[in-house]
């Protein structure tokens, strides 16, 4: 495993805390550990206290610790929420060598270039975006690396968001022993391993229905547009099934997950199960049908109102590319019949396909670790001629990383 470098993303959830583990090479990513821990200190996606999100983000890294052996001391950050905003900006630098053959020097100075820009002392830039880089004129550049111009020109969106919101992440990540390495943007990160170019292309939209919260990312034209989130997710079904059951929160969660379905008429009478009911020593015997009739009305009401905070977005209710769904509440079974009854047969949902993370809770975490490779990886400066290859990658993985650290901690400390 020496021969790669392991990247590692932390995704702090309302519901859970995880931590995935990956080498990385320049010609493939491979999953080698995984690390979860029950969310404490968060609610509807935002940190609350401090102390216990530090806990589970700790007993979380912990995990993925024993599971790969190694010590883990930077993690990529995932944000999102309502906090942020997307803007466009323009950068443009001259390019520096004699030769005129654009360097990473070069592209790095015009993406700083684009993070020029008047913000409120309250927002802070957690990355830029590059849409197209234009090299004398040239446009619809995706990597000028190489090129031979004079005049090197990028066409950037810059996501910011609350540094107040972000400060409470990046101290609870410090509080737990770690050094943050980056912040990306949850949607555009995920958007890595659920879309295609051409869907992206055509207008897409892309739902991540987790626990306490839903994020919705609009992409069109090859980018991303607009960014939403919802205060709703899987923790409204529990509650609902809670009271509807009279029963325990856990013991609510539990019945949900073994014995739940998205929809009454998949559900059986026959498949029975024992609930305990609070106020009373003895437990309840409920029917599959029976949880149903309370799952699939709200199930119903969130596909119901990504729809109309789609149209509030001002996007088409039915985008030319459908609706991309992941997030824990998609792993319910038959939940697809619901999501298409809502919001129109082009939908799909979408799973990580790397072994031991194939489920949707994990879309996001394993989109972080593509995001990090076609962002970072793959932007290294070769090694020099008469240096080890090995040795010189492992070098400029570590200086890359560095030089991310420092921009954060300036950025945001």
């Known amino acids: 495993m020496s021969s790669g470098e392991f990247i590692v993303s932390l995704d702090i959830g309302t519901s859970k805390v995880r931590v995935i583990v990956a080498e990385v090479t320049k010609e493939s990513t491979q999953i080698v550990g995984v690390g979860s821990a029950v969310a404490k200190g968060t609610k509807k996606g935002a940190i609350i206290d401090i102390d216990q999100a530090v806990q589970s983000i700790r007993e979380a890294i912990d995990h993925a610790e024993r599971m790969v052996g190694i010590e883990i001391s930077k993690v990529f950050v995932g944000i999102s929420g309502n906090h942020v905003a997307l803007q466009p900006s323009h950068g443009v ?55 031979v111009g004079v005049r090197l020109e990028v066409e950037a969106t810059i996501v910011t968001g609350s540094k107040t919101i972000i400060h409470n992440v990046l101290r609870c990540v410090e509080k737990a022993s770690l050094s943050v390495a980056g912040i990306l943007l949850l949607p555009l990160a995920a958007s890595e391993i659920c879309l295609s170019a051409d869907e992206k292309n055509m207008g897409v939209v892309l739902a991540d229905v987790g626990g306490g919260a839903t994020s919705i990312a609009v992409f069109e034209q090859g980018y991303l547009l607009s960014t939403a989130v919802l205060p709703i997710g899987g923790e409204y079904i529990t509650n609902d099934i809670t009271i509807g059951l009279r029963t325990h929160t856990e013991a609510a969660e539990k019945v949900k997950r073994k014995y739940g379905v998205a929809t009454v008429d998949e559900a059986s009478r026959e498949v029975t199960f024992p609930v305990p009911t609070i106020g009373s020593n003895r437990e309840n015997t409920v029917n599959q049908e029976e949880l149903a009739l309370i799952i699939e009305p709200r199930i119903e009401e969130i596909f119901q109102l990504i729809r109309e905070q789609v149209e509030a977005m001002g996007f088409d209710r039915e985008p030319a ?93």
């Open 93 to 147: 630098v001259a390019v520096s060598s004699e030769n005129r053959e654009i360097g990473r020097q070069d592209i790095e100075r015009v993406i700083q270039a684009a993070r020029v820009i008047a913000l409120p002392p309250e927002r802070a830039i957690i990355e830029v975006v590059p849409k197209q880089f234009v090299v004398d004129g040239l446009g619809d550049v995706q990597d000028p690396y190489g090129m």
């Open 321 to 413: 590319g459908g609706f991309v769904l992941t997030g824990g509440v998609l792993s319910t079974p038959h939940i697809l019949r619901v999501a298409q009854a809502q919001l129109g047969q082009a939908v799909r949902v979408v799973s990580p396909e790397h072994i031991g993370v194939q489920d949707p809770s994990f879309t996001s975490g394993v989109g972080m670790i593509h995001y990090i490779q076609k962002r970072w990886m793959l932007r290294l400066i070769e090694p020099e001629e008469g240096q080890n290859p090995s040795a010189q990658k492992n070098k400029r993985s570590s200086s890359t990383l560095e030089r991310m650290k420092k921009w954060f901690l300036k950025e945001f400390i």
